[in-house]
């Protein structure tokens, strides 16, 4: 079963707006993390945003923040003032940590669109 | 710290054919990661190494797949007999694992052709 679920295959926005990225996650675990990463057309994969299970507050990063709403299994990022090169493909990942198995594992990923 | 390096960039083969790819991560990383990604999807795991030692290889993988961390340094991932399916690019990442907010830095990775 899909653990990191990211409906929205492609997104259109107007630079400038603000946007928000998708995802729900799965599991039984109560410690578990939360990863955004970015890929860019050039095919790297940037680190962008953590959130843990036991945060209280909600992870920011400069533009990026990440809306996480633990009973609905819910990590959504938020893109504040897009631009133009914030288009690219957005993974959301997850690493659970209470058994052995604590490798982490990523969506099928959103691909955003921003429009001048 | 020069990030992790893959090597090669590409690879070209014919079907049938043995591969193997390179991975040096950043120097002081205890974790390696191996992922494949297809155009248009999510990284898809293959497998995950805590120093030398390999945590867990996925289930999604065949037994012509295998990868080493001798010395708990660079790492290799070997295909035999490759067949047009395995084509895709191959993602190496170091990590190091405190805590749980360990970030995965990622090679530039192996695109791999099976012709």
């Known amino acids: 079963a899909q653990k990191i679920t990211q409906t929205q295959p492609g997104m259109f926005v107007q630079e400038k707006e603000a946007v928000t990225l998708d995802c729900t996650y799965d599991t039984s675990d109560q410690s578990y993390g939360l990863f955004w990463y970015k890929q860019p057309s050039s095919g790297e994969m940037i680190f962008l945003i953590y959130?843990?299970?036991?945060?209280?507050q909600n992870a920011t990063e400069g533009r990026y923040s990440l809306n996480f709403q633990k009973a609905r299994k819910s990590a959504n990022l938020v893109i504040s003032a897009s631009q133009l090169g914030d288009s690219a493909m957005y993974f959301c990942a997850m690493r659970e940590a209470q058994n052995r198995d604590d490798k982490i594992i990523f969506g099928k990923g959103t691909r955003l669109h921003i429009l001048p | 710290d020069t990030g992790v390096s893959q090597n090669p960039r590409h690879k070209i083969t014919k079907r049938g054919q043995n591969v193997t790819f390179r991975c040096d991560p950043i120097s002081e990383h205890n974790r390696l990661y191996w992922y494949r990604q297809t155009l248009g999807q999510g990284p898809e795991f293959l497998t995950y190494f805590q120093n030398e030692a390999q945590l867990e290889k996925s289930r999604l993988l065949s037994d012509r797949f295998s990868a080493e961390r001798p010395k708990g340094s660079f790492s290799t991932l070997e295909i035999q007999r490759t067949e047009q399916g395995d084509s895709a690019m191959y993602l190496c990442?170091?990590?190091?694992?405190?805590?749980?907010?360990?970030?995965?830095?990622f090679g530039s990775g192996t695109q791999l052709s099976v012709l």
């Open positions: 990442a170091s990590s190091l694992r405190i805590q749980m907010d360990e970030k995965l830095f």
């Open positions: 959130q843990g299970s036991y945060d209280e």
